[in-house]
């Protein structure tokens, strides 16, 4: 098992992430275009050149003089690699991507009944903002004064 940075360089690792977990085909080109996107930040973990976890997000600027932020919009792991630490370091990977960047804060929104991911992410230090239970923030900046 490696975990990687999906890059332009590997698009087959994007390939194998959409053959997984969406059970889609695409083509080169496809992830070409993805992965060349300048808001997309994606890593995968990898297992006999399968993809068996994945996290990615958007890097968002902000249109004021704040340091962007990001969204992560997936983290999967296959359920029979799950209690494995691959979420977990999935998650770290794309935390210090964040604050190696210097961003101001990581948001993710999950379901209410998603418990053990919830406790990943608390683990990790994700905030749960009071007025959006769903969501966690990770301040990589320090939090907003009042």
């Not at 960047?101 to 993710?108: F, G, K, M, P």
Request: aromatic share 14%; proline share 4%; with cysteine.
């Amino acid at each position: 098992m490696k975990f990687v940075q999906v890059t332009s360089d590997n698009t087959a690792v994007l390939k194998s992430i959409v053959k997984e977990f969406r059970h889609q085909d695409i083509t080169t080109e496809k992830a070409l275009d993805f992965l060349t996107h300048p808001s997309i930040v994606c890593y995968a973990c990898v297992e006999e050149e399968k993809a068996i976890g994945y996290i990615y997000a958007y890097r968002l600027p902000r249109m004021d003089n704040g340091h962007d932020i990001m969204q992560i919009y997936h983290l999967f792991v296959k359920e029979e690699h799950r209690r494995k630490g691959i979420g977990r370091t999935l998650m770290e990977m794309m935390l210090k991507y964040a604050e190696t960047e210097q961003l101001h804060y990581v948001l993710l929104l999950t379901g209410t009944d998603f418990v053990p991911a919830r406790r990943l992410y608390e683990s990790l230090g994700g905030y749960n903002h009071p007025d959006f239970k769903e969501t966690y923030y990770w301040y990589i900046t320090g939090r907003p004064q009042p």
